[in-house]
């Protein structure tokens, strides 16, 4: 056969194939299919809430108190003089005010309902380096309360640590489980495609008894490989946007209750032909493996 007539048969047997053993190739894009969608799902999921949990702040910050005698200017003086202190990295300026609104607002009362006078100073947030020690942050915080116009100090240090400690064992545990899942995930995946090629294995040995060469015997099944994986992929996608849409609107309201802003979106339209271009190239190495494999038990048999 030519090289034209050659792939225009390989191209009819790959969809004789499929009619021919309908069944089995149904069942594998559908198995293949709802496997690929736990992957994408669950990335797309990691992805969207990775952004938010990154930009969470790790550094202790340092409260500082001044006195309610200090007026603005020496306030600020104050901030300056925090602020040339090796150990910390930046410094905010909260005033009485706008602490007195915070305060009202992490109550859950409202400004009308309190008619008493501010009690709250002017108040100095140091955030200090990263990476120091509880006894380097507890130093610290003695060297700002022996500034003037500071009326006290306060600062939790253990939260920091808290959390970094839930991050690397749930990392850990994320890590475990995505193993395991991306090994079922390639066991699924190998077991369909190979479901649809041992089906037809008294064609691949015809094909052996004529004569024709392993390239010309492997092809249709490659192709067949490509086709299941990239329709399996396809489906995935399909799945994984149905489920984003059914969860997009109560996580975002459940995300708005803790002020965090979150975006729940389905991956751009490149990178879902890079998915399943990906997966075709999978399913086709695939199929042309388990083409080669049935194809060598035929031939030690005939030998």
Excluded at 209 to 228: D, E, K, L, Q, V
């Amino acid at each position: 056969m030519s090289f034209i007539s050659s792939r225009i048969w390989a191209l009819k047997q790959t969809f004789r194939g499929i009619f021919h053993a309908k069944t089995q190739f149904m069942l594998a894009v559908t198995l293949a299919g709802l496997t690929l969608t736990i992957p994408v799902f669950l990335g797309i999921l990691i992805w969207t809430f990775s952004e938010p949990l990154i930009s969470v702040p790790m550094h202790t910050e340092i409260t500082v108190f001044a006195d309610r005698s200090a007026g603005k200017e020496s306030v600020q003086r104050l901030n300056e003089r925090i602020l040339a202190i090796e150990e910390i990295a930046q410094t905010q300026v909260v005033p009485k005010q706008e602490a007195l609104a915070m305060m009202h607002d992490n109550l859950g009362l409202r400004p009308q309902q309190s008619k008493a006078q501010n009690p709250l100073p002017d108040i100095v947030i140091a955030t200090v380096h990263p990476h120091l020690s509880d006894q380097e942050i507890a130093a610290v915080a003695k060297q700002i309360e022996r500034l003037t116009n500071v009326d006290m100090v306060a600062y939790d240090d253990k939260w920091a640590g808290h959390v970094s400690a839930l991050f690397s064992t749930a990392s850990i545990i994320l890590a475990i489980l995505g193993s395991i899942i991306m090994a079922l995930v390639g066991i699924v995946i190998a077991a369909s495609v190979r479901l649809t090629t041992y089906a037809q294995r008294d064609e691949i040995a015809a094909l052996y008894i004529f004569g024709a060469s392993n390239a010309f015997i492997c092809r249709p099944y490659t192709w067949r490989g490509c086709m299941t994986l990239a329709l399996s992929a396809a489906i995935s996608l399909g799945l994984s946007y149905a489920g984003l849409h059914l969860l997009h609107d109560p996580l975002i309201s459940f995300t708005q209750l803790y002020g965090v802003t979150v975006h729940l979106s389905m991956l751009s339209l490149d990178w879902c032909l890079v998915y399943v271009g990906m997966a075709a190239i999978l399913g086709g190495l695939i199929g042309a493996g388990t083409a080669s494999s049935a194809l060598g038990k035929i031939r030690r048999r005939t030998y």
